[in-house]
């Protein structure tokens, strides 16, 4: 079993920057792949960005290429995604999620979730 909490969330504008964090816990040798996604109200949950456990190779959504970033700090066990220039249309429940098979960009292949941690953009 893998534990994921997500941190970092809240209210900011329009152009604004924000960082998120997840924290992982347990079987944390089984996971290749990390993966952060977002639901915006009325929408499905939709991917943003993955990153390799192993080796750091990482894969942007292009709705959020040049803005957003995904790392990963393996010795604190955690992974970030710092959100730069953000837009109303970036607000929705961010949710970090683990996979233990392969690199995968899509919400099926996915294992464990974390709850997630609201962010919203004010225009």
């Known amino acids: 079993q893998v534990q994921l909490v997500e941190s970092g969330g809240g209210l900011v504008q329009a152009g604004d920057s924000l960082r998120l964090s997840c924290a992982t816990s347990?079987?944390?040798?089984?996971?290749?792949?990390m993966g952060w996604f977002r639901q915006a109200p009325g929408k499905e949950r939709e991917f943003v960005a993955a990153?390799?456990?192993?080796?750091?190779?990482?894969y942007n959504a292009n709705s959020v290429k040049g803005r957003f970033t995904i790392s990963r700090d393996n010795a604190k066990n955690t992974v970030y995604l710092q959100m730069n220039s953000l837009t109303p249309e970036d607000t929705a429940v961010y949710y970090c999620?683990?996979?233990?098979?392969?690199?995968?960009?899509?919400?099926?292949?996915?294992?464990?979730w974390g709850q997630g941690t609201q962010v919203t953009v004010s225009s």
């Open positions: 347990g079987s944390i040798f089984s996971i290749n792949t």
């Open positions: 999620a683990a996979n233990r098979r392969r690199p995968a960009y899509v919400e099926y292949e996915y294992d464990y």
């Open positions: 990153i390799s456990w192993s080796t750091g190779s990482t």
